[in-house]
Structure formats: C-alpha cells, structure tokens
C-alpha cells in the first residue's frame, strides 16, 4: 500500500495531511477517499470493506468532497472502532489518527490490505475497490479468487505458527500440547517496534521470581523462552523436545509444552506443571507485546493441540517443583487426592488414548466480536487470557467440591 506523502504512518504530521489533501487527485484515487462528518455509518463501512477486500487504502474522515477541512463533531474515534469492529466480519486490520487543524479535528483511517478476505459488512455484502470508487462484488468469479486467496492466506498463517512433530522416543514424554497463534496488528511497525524495544533484562528478572531455571534469548527475529531444561542420560534431546515459547517479531507466537513422568512404573502425568509453564508463558508474553493489547490488535487466528506419545492418566496436585515455588501450597495436596479418588469411584481412571485439536483443521478467531459473545470485555487482560488458555493443560483437573 502507498504511504501518504511519501512518510511512514507513525511519522505523519498535519502538515503531511494538509498537503496530501491539496495534492491528491481524489477523483482518480484507487487508494484515497475523503468523507465528512456526515457520512453514514453503511457508507463508510462499504469503504472499509473495499479497501480490506482490494490492497489497502486511507479514508480521510472530516474532508468535504471539494478538499475542504470541515472536522468532526459526530465522529470521533472511538465510534470509529466500534463501527468497524461491530459492521464488519472479520475484523479487518486497520489503524486511526488524529490531526487537528486550528480547532478542526481530521480522523484519517488506514485499513490494510486483509489477510482474511472477504471482509462482509453487516448488510451482508462484499465490496472492492475499482478506479475511486467502492463497488459490491456480483461476479462469483470474483468471488470464487477472493475466497481462494483467503484459503491461501489462511495456510500460511497456519503453516507460520506450525511445530514440527516429535519423532524421537522418550520414556518419560507421554505427549505433548501445542498452541499458535497469529496476531494481525492494526499496524505492523507498531508491533514492530514494541518487540525491538523489549528491555530482555528485566523480563528475565521478573521471570526468576516464578521459574527457577529457564532461558531466554533471541534467535534470528524471535525471541524464545524455556523454562526449565530436558535430557536424558545421553545429553540433551532434539530439537523440539522441549518446554518452549516463540514470540515473533509481529506478536504473533508459537510454544510446546512436554507432558512428563519420569517414573517408569507410573503412567500417570501431572498437569498441574504444564499449566504452570503456560502461566508462565503468559508472563513472558505479555511482558514483552502486552502493548500492543487491545487497540493496536485487530485479531488473532488461533489453535491448540494435543498430541499423545504413549497413553496417560492425567491428575493434578502440587509436586516439588510447584511447591519450590509456592511453598504456601501444599495444604491443598490432601484435598485434591482426595478429591481425585472420589471422582475415579464414579467415573473410573481417566485415559487419554488419542490425539486431539481445537479447531479439528486450521484456526479459530479471537476479536472483539468473538470476546463479547463468550461474554467477556474486550481488554488486553481477556484477550491474552484467550491466547494462552488451553483445554489440554486442565485434563485431570476435578473440582475439590466433587470431596465435599
């Protein structure tokens, strides 16, 4: 997409937006659109869509069709999210600034060209961008390259946040929970800059007050956390083998995390140290993007899996290396054995015998739309919580009430 006159987004001033205004030939303009106040609701958003379902584009809000600065009095940018995050489906990826002109306010809005295309309003049509103008899209064929781009997109977003399998044996892997997801930021050098200005001191000073050994450092463009260490009497496994989190350059993430027994004659595995690594992941996460949550994410393409090495019986109690770290915990441990025996006499020893995933091909949507149906607010805190929540991590888990 082009830049508005010839600057970076972050860098723009009013002056850069003044000048555009005179110079832009609107009338021609693929990529430019000027709207005032008074524009409706529907019509900014068929532009929204068309710009999202094309190659980007920038609609300046408060500027009369004759490149007059008339300001906003009824839109402000607030109800610009709204709009865009409540009329279209999915949440496309764009960015709002404000410039004021002597007691004039111009909104102008950057919407990227869509990773997830098509981008329908809620009237339930689909728009694109021809010449200057946004038209709806009638030709299935048109329709038919759209939603083949998309599968293409989606693919590569899946294929990015992919980990390759375990091959190898180990006695003491049961299996393994994979979680990845793709953040699309409303503007990527915005995500950019959050991640090459993470001071990774301080993260690892404020990771060792919960985990007591772990490794944190940058590899290529990511950075990547592991807690903890795995090996065998041999050495160190391979690659992958291992408790880890990926954190990309653009927020978007990858990690594993081992489900492990080390007693040969005990199949069981205890779940309560994987969700502890996630916690942790969380940390280490949101201490170095958190930033960017909520307004500089438009959404995220999420999934989770289970993969099962051997069979196993999950539970959940404090081990050592939980109590190492919470020492205040253990008075729970009778509770919960307890309370995990009493669940067995009704319903039998758990087994996970088989592989699972969430959703059963490709990825699932996390954004504002999605938040509120589960019933949730829309802030960094739950949209986090979304991305490192995994229904795997709680197998075993068996309320102490069940004992009462």
Known sequence: M???????????????????ISEIDFDESFYFELKDDRVSPKKMMEEVSAFSNTFGGYIFLGVSDDKQIEGCAEWNEQRIHTAIHDSITPTPS??????????????VIKIDEGSEPPYITSSGKIYERLSSGSFAIKDSSKLSQIYNK?????AKMEKKV???PVYEN???????VDIGFTLVASDIQVAIDTFNGVDLKAIAEGLATEMPSFNLSYVGNSIVYTPGGVSTQNGHLPAHTNNFLEIMADGSSRMRILLINNDPEDSSVNMTLPMVILSSYKKAYTNIMGMLFPHKVAYAKKYES??????????????DFVLEVHPDWQKDNIKMWEAIQNHRKIFGTTTIVTDDRIPKTGLYTIDKRHLELWGKEYNAESIIDELFFSRYTTLGAVSISEND
């Open 94 to 107: 764009f960015d709002v600034k404000k410039f004021t002109f002597d007691t004039s306010v111009v909104y």
């Open 306 to 319: 289970l993969t099962v090495r051997k069979q196993f019986q999950p539970v959940m109690y404090y081990d």
């Open 170 to 176: 180990s006695n003491n892997i049961y299996g393994y």
């Open 150 to 154: 998309r599968e293409q997109l989606l």
């Open 2 to 20: 082009v830049n508005i006159n010839g600057k970076e987004w972050m860098n723009l001033t009013p002056a850069d937006i003044q000048s555009a």
């Open 162 to 164: 992919s980990i390759p």
